[in-house]
Protein backbone atom coordinates (compact mmCIF):
# COMPACT_ATOMS: atom_id res chain seq x y z
CA UNK A 1 0.00 0.00 0.00
CA UNK A 2 1.06 3.34 -1.28
CA UNK A 3 1.95 5.82 1.89
CA UNK A 4 -0.58 8.04 1.28
CA UNK A 5 -3.35 5.67 0.41
CA UNK A 6 -4.79 5.65 4.12
CA UNK A 7 -4.66 9.05 4.73
CA UNK A 8 -5.90 9.62 1.16
CA UNK A 9 -9.12 7.67 1.88
CA UNK A 10 -9.93 8.49 5.17
CA UNK A 11 -9.14 12.66 4.97
CA UNK A 12 -13.16 13.52 4.38
CA UNK A 13 -14.37 12.39 7.56
CA UNK A 14 -10.91 11.82 9.73
CA UNK A 15 -12.00 14.36 11.85
CA UNK A 16 -15.18 13.45 12.42
CA UNK A 17 -14.34 9.86 13.53
CA UNK A 18 -10.90 11.07 15.84
CA UNK A 19 -11.60 14.29 17.78
CA UNK A 20 -10.73 14.84 21.16
CA UNK A 21 -7.02 15.18 21.77
CA UNK A 22 -6.34 14.98 25.62
CA UNK A 23 -5.13 18.10 26.75
CA UNK A 24 -2.36 16.16 28.98
CA UNK A 25 -0.89 15.18 25.35
CA UNK A 26 -0.42 18.73 24.51
CA UNK A 27 0.72 19.76 27.67
CA UNK A 28 3.56 17.10 27.72
CA UNK A 29 4.50 17.85 24.37
CA UNK A 30 4.98 21.58 24.63
CA UNK A 31 6.84 20.69 27.98
CA UNK A 32 9.36 18.46 26.12
CA UNK A 33 10.10 21.37 23.08
CA UNK A 34 11.13 23.94 25.44
CA UNK A 35 10.86 27.50 26.01
CA UNK A 36 10.62 29.00 22.18
CA UNK A 37 11.10 25.13 20.96
CA UNK A 38 11.09 23.47 17.75
CA UNK A 39 8.89 20.79 17.00
CA UNK A 40 8.37 18.39 13.91
CA UNK A 41 5.26 16.47 13.85
CA UNK A 42 5.28 13.10 11.71
CA UNK A 43 2.15 11.53 9.86
CA UNK A 44 1.09 15.48 10.89
CA UNK A 45 -2.47 15.02 9.04
CA UNK A 46 -5.15 17.04 9.45
CA UNK A 47 -3.31 19.13 12.55
CA UNK A 48 -5.25 17.82 15.52
CA UNK A 49 -2.44 18.18 17.68
CA UNK A 50 0.30 20.38 15.49
CA UNK A 51 -2.37 23.06 15.82
CA UNK A 52 -2.72 23.13 19.34
CA UNK A 53 0.49 22.54 20.00
CA UNK A 54 1.46 25.36 17.82
CA UNK A 55 -0.97 27.38 19.90
CA UNK A 56 1.04 26.86 23.08
CA UNK A 57 3.83 29.02 21.57
CA UNK A 58 5.90 25.91 19.78
CA UNK A 59 7.26 26.43 16.23
CA UNK A 60 5.42 23.50 14.72
CA UNK A 61 6.91 21.67 11.62
CA UNK A 62 5.20 19.04 10.09
CA UNK A 63 5.81 16.16 7.40
CA UNK A 64 2.47 13.68 6.07
CA UNK A 65 2.05 11.43 2.72
CA UNK A 66 -1.13 12.19 1.98
CA UNK A 67 -1.59 15.30 0.17
CA UNK A 68 -5.82 15.23 0.69
CA UNK A 69 -4.85 15.35 4.93
CA UNK A 70 -2.40 18.49 4.16
CA UNK A 71 -5.38 20.19 2.22
CA UNK A 72 -8.01 19.85 5.40
CA UNK A 73 -5.10 21.14 7.76
CA UNK A 74 -4.58 24.20 5.44
CA UNK A 75 -8.51 24.77 5.64
CA UNK A 76 -8.12 25.25 9.31
CA UNK A 77 -7.69 28.11 11.54
CA UNK A 78 -3.79 29.25 11.16
CA UNK A 79 -3.15 26.05 9.04
CA UNK A 80 -1.69 27.67 6.45
CA UNK A 81 1.26 28.79 9.33
CA UNK A 82 2.70 25.46 9.85
CA UNK A 83 5.36 23.92 7.42
CA UNK A 84 4.84 20.78 5.99
CA UNK A 85 6.51 18.27 3.76
CA UNK A 86 4.81 16.46 1.76
CA UNK A 87 6.51 13.10 1.73
CA UNK A 88 6.42 9.49 3.37
CA UNK A 89 8.09 9.93 7.06
CA UNK A 90 10.45 7.47 6.38
CA UNK A 91 12.56 10.37 4.53
CA UNK A 92 12.25 12.80 7.85
CA UNK A 93 16.49 13.06 7.85
CA UNK A 94 15.45 14.86 4.71
CA UNK A 95 13.16 17.77 6.35
CA UNK A 96 14.18 21.33 6.35
CA UNK A 97 13.67 23.82 9.33
CA UNK A 98 15.39 21.81 12.13
CA UNK A 99 17.44 21.56 14.08
CA UNK A 100 13.83 20.44 16.47
CA UNK A 101 14.35 20.29 19.99
CA UNK A 102 10.99 17.68 19.79
CA UNK A 103 9.88 14.97 17.10
CA UNK A 104 7.01 13.14 17.71
CA UNK A 105 4.88 10.09 16.06
CA UNK A 106 1.03 9.93 18.01
CA UNK A 107 -1.57 7.70 18.13
CA UNK A 108 0.43 4.49 16.61
CA UNK A 109 1.60 6.24 13.47
CA UNK A 110 4.88 5.48 13.71
CA UNK A 111 3.79 1.68 12.79
CA UNK A 112 2.24 2.97 9.31
CA UNK A 113 5.91 1.96 8.43
CA UNK A 114 5.99 -0.89 6.47
CA UNK A 115 8.68 -2.69 6.90
CA UNK A 116 11.63 -2.72 9.72
CA UNK A 117 14.33 -1.05 7.10
CA UNK A 118 12.17 2.24 7.21
CA UNK A 119 11.14 2.07 10.67
CA UNK A 120 15.03 2.17 11.46
CA UNK A 121 16.08 4.73 8.67
CA UNK A 122 13.28 6.76 9.95
CA UNK A 123 14.61 7.01 13.55
CA UNK A 124 18.27 7.48 11.95
CA UNK A 125 16.49 10.25 10.07
CA UNK A 126 14.95 11.72 13.24
CA UNK A 127 18.38 11.36 14.99
CA UNK A 128 20.40 13.74 12.78
CA UNK A 129 17.49 16.45 12.80
CA UNK A 130 17.72 16.43 16.30
CA UNK A 131 19.45 19.00 18.53
CA UNK A 132 21.88 18.35 20.66
CA UNK A 133 19.76 16.98 23.56
CA UNK A 134 16.71 16.97 21.50
CA UNK A 135 13.77 14.47 22.20
CA UNK A 136 11.92 12.06 20.04
CA UNK A 137 8.28 11.24 21.48
CA UNK A 138 6.43 7.90 20.23
CA UNK A 139 2.85 7.19 21.05
CA UNK A 140 2.27 3.02 20.44
CA UNK A 141 0.50 0.27 21.32
CA UNK A 142 1.68 -2.69 22.73
CA UNK A 143 1.54 -5.63 20.74
CA UNK A 144 -0.95 -7.95 22.06
CA UNK A 145 -1.13 -11.44 20.06
CA UNK A 146 -4.04 -12.87 22.00
CA UNK A 147 -6.41 -10.78 19.42
CA UNK A 148 -5.34 -12.98 16.56
CA UNK A 149 -6.35 -16.52 17.56
CA UNK A 150 -6.73 -17.11 14.10
CA UNK A 151 -5.54 -15.55 10.90
CA UNK A 152 -8.59 -13.43 10.09
CA UNK A 153 -10.26 -12.47 13.46
CA UNK A 154 -13.44 -9.78 12.97
CA UNK A 155 -14.40 -7.74 15.76
CA UNK A 156 -16.60 -4.68 15.97
CA UNK A 157 -14.44 -2.00 16.60
CA UNK A 158 -16.63 0.71 17.09
CA UNK A 159 -19.00 3.27 16.30
CA UNK A 160 -21.89 1.20 17.34
CA UNK A 161 -25.20 3.38 17.69
CA UNK A 162 -28.70 3.49 16.38
CA UNK A 163 -27.59 4.55 13.18
CA UNK A 164 -23.92 3.64 12.74
CA UNK A 165 -21.64 0.64 12.88
CA UNK A 166 -17.90 -0.12 12.02
CA UNK A 167 -16.60 -3.54 11.67
CA UNK A 168 -12.85 -4.75 11.28
CA UNK A 169 -11.72 -7.67 9.41
CA UNK A 170 -7.66 -8.21 10.26
CA UNK A 171 -4.69 -10.72 8.47
CA UNK A 172 -1.60 -11.29 10.58
CA UNK A 173 1.42 -12.10 9.72
CA UNK A 174 3.63 -13.12 12.97
CA UNK A 175 7.06 -13.69 11.03
CA UNK A 176 6.74 -9.63 9.39
CA UNK A 177 4.73 -8.38 12.13
CA UNK A 178 2.16 -7.18 9.67
CA UNK A 179 -1.54 -6.45 10.56
CA UNK A 180 -3.70 -5.79 7.29
CA UNK A 181 -6.96 -4.32 8.59
CA UNK A 182 -10.22 -3.62 6.54
CA UNK A 183 -12.51 -0.92 8.84
CA UNK A 184 -15.92 -1.11 7.38
CA UNK A 185 -18.12 1.94 8.05
CA UNK A 186 -22.11 1.42 7.88
CA UNK A 187 -23.86 4.12 8.06
CA UNK A 188 -27.60 5.24 7.54
CA UNK A 189 -28.02 7.74 4.83
CA UNK A 190 -24.43 7.10 3.48
CA UNK A 191 -22.43 5.12 1.09
CA UNK A 192 -20.73 1.98 2.80
CA UNK A 193 -17.08 3.01 3.24
CA UNK A 194 -14.12 0.57 3.44
CA UNK A 195 -10.86 2.36 4.79
CA UNK A 196 -7.33 0.02 4.28
CA UNK A 197 -5.12 0.05 7.48
CA UNK A 198 -1.86 -1.34 7.50
CA UNK A 199 0.83 -1.54 9.97
CA UNK A 200 4.31 -2.97 11.21
CA UNK A 201 4.48 -3.43 14.81
CA UNK A 202 6.83 -3.60 17.07
CA UNK A 203 7.99 -4.61 20.56
CA UNK A 204 9.23 -1.68 23.25
CA UNK A 205 12.53 -3.51 23.17
CA UNK A 206 12.74 -3.63 19.13
CA UNK A 207 12.15 0.36 19.42
CA UNK A 208 14.24 0.88 22.27
CA UNK A 209 17.23 -1.29 20.14
CA UNK A 210 16.21 0.90 16.99
CA UNK A 211 17.01 4.04 19.09
CA UNK A 212 20.21 2.89 20.37
CA UNK A 213 21.32 2.14 16.64
CA UNK A 214 20.02 5.90 15.72
CA UNK A 215 22.61 7.34 18.37
CA UNK A 216 19.34 7.72 20.95
CA UNK A 217 18.78 6.49 24.36
CA UNK A 218 15.48 5.79 26.11
CA UNK A 219 14.73 8.62 28.79
CA UNK A 220 11.13 7.80 29.62
CA UNK A 221 8.69 5.26 29.26
CA UNK A 222 4.98 6.16 30.27
CA UNK A 223 1.42 4.30 30.15
CA UNK A 224 -0.04 7.56 29.12
CA UNK A 225 0.99 11.48 28.30
CA UNK A 226 0.11 12.22 32.48
CA UNK A 227 3.40 10.36 32.40
CA UNK A 228 1.64 7.81 34.86
CA UNK A 229 4.63 5.07 35.12
CA UNK A 230 4.73 2.22 32.36
CA UNK A 231 3.46 -1.05 33.55
CA UNK A 232 2.97 -4.72 31.98
CA UNK A 233 -0.20 -4.88 31.87
CA UNK A 234 -0.55 -1.43 29.86
CA UNK A 235 -2.22 -1.34 26.37
CA UNK A 236 -0.16 1.78 25.32
CA UNK A 237 2.60 3.50 26.34
CA UNK A 238 4.65 6.91 26.00
CA UNK A 239 8.31 6.18 25.01
CA UNK A 240 11.07 9.31 24.88
CA UNK A 241 13.94 9.16 23.04
CA UNK A 242 16.75 11.46 23.84
CA UNK A 243 19.68 12.08 21.48
CA UNK A 244 22.64 11.45 23.13
CA UNK A 245 25.28 14.11 23.39
CA UNK A 246 28.72 13.91 21.91
Given at each position: ?105 VFNTFFGLLAQEDQVRCFKGVSS ?103 PGAGMYVAVYQRQQV
Amino acid sequence: MDAATYGDKIADIYDELFRDVPQAEIETLASLAGTNGRALELGIGTGRVALPLAAKGVEVHGIDASSLMIRKLREKADGERIPVTLDDFANVGSVQGGPFNLVYCVFNTFFGLLAQEDQVRCFKGVSSILAKGGVFVLEVFVPDLTRFTTHQPILVAGGLNEDEVQMEASRHDITTQRVSSRTVRIKDGHPVRVYPIEIRYAWPSELDLMARLAGMELKDRWSGWDRRPFHPGAGMYVAVYQRQQV
